[in-house]
C-alpha cells in the first residue's frame, strides 16, 4: 500500500493551498480587462460599500477577487466586480485572499458586475445561470455609458428563487434617477448620470462617494496631526512651567 505524496509547499503560499494541497491561486496572472476605464469606476462603486459596512461584524465587501464554489477545482472560480457576504469569518478570508465557498459556509449574498465592452454580453447571458448555481442570493447589473451600450439597460438586478433571478422592480424619477432596492443590503442603488450611488431607503441620504470618502480621510488625519502638535506643545510648555518653579530654569 502506498500513502499519496503531497506536493512541497513554499512555505510564503501555504494560504493558499487546502488540506489536501490543492492550490487556489489568489491571482491568474493576466491584467483586468479594460482596467482603464472600468477602474474609476470599480473604486467608485466599492469604497462607499465598504466604508458603510466596515462596522458591521461579519460582513466583507471585495470585488475583483476570486470566488472559487467546487472543492478540488481550482479551475472553478467567478470574480465579481464587487460582492457582499454576511455572516463570515471576515479573517480567514482576509488571511486566505481569496473566497472559498465550502470553508466560509455560504456563498456570497450579493453580486454586481460593471459593464464593460470586453464582459458586458458574458455577464448579461451567461453570468446569471452560474451565479444562481452556486447561490449568490442577488445579481446586479450596472451600465456606465449613457446609452447603456454594453446591459442593454442602465441598472437591472435580481433576487435568487428557485434556482433563476427574478427581477427587482425599476424606477426611473422625473429627474433621470434610475434605482432599485436590494433587500440584502438594505440600500437603494441608483443610477445617476452614469454613476452608481448607493441611497440609505429610511432617510434618502447617499453614501459618500470614493473622493467624499477619501477627502474626509484625510481631513481626519489632518486633525488627527493637528491635535498631536498642539498637544506636544502644551506638554512643552508644562515641562518648562514645572523647571521654573523647581529653579531649574
Known sequence: ???????????????????????????????MPDAETQGRTFRAVLTPLDHYFRDWPGVHVAGNTFVYY??????????????????????????????????????PDFALEIGSESTGRYDVRQKPALYASIGFGEYWLYDPTPDSEHYGDKLSGGYLANGRYEPFPIAEDADGLVWGHSPTLGLDLCWDDCI??????????????HEEVWDALH?????RAAAEAEAAELRERLRRLEAQQNGQV
Request: one cysteine or more.
Open 196 to 209: 452608481l450611488r448607493f441611497r440609505i431607503p429610511d432617510t434618502g441620504e447617499f453614501l459618500p462617494g
Open 70 to 107: 467546487e472543492q478540488g477545482s481550482p479551475q472553478r472560480f467567478v470574480s465579481p466586480d464587487c460582492y457582499v457576504v454576511f455572516g463570515v469569518d471576515v479573517g480567514h478570508i482576509f488571511y486566505r485572499n481569496t473566497y472559498r465557498v465550502w470553508e466560509l459556509g455560504k456563498p
Open 219 to 223: 481631513q481626519a488625519e489632518a486633525a
Open 1 to 31: 500500500m502506498t500513502t499519496k505524496q503531497l506536493p512541497a509547499i513554499e512555505p510564503r503560499l501555504a494560504h493558499l493551498y487546502d488540506e489536501n494541497g490543492v492550490f487556489y491561486p489568489e491571482e491568474d496572472g493576466i491584467p
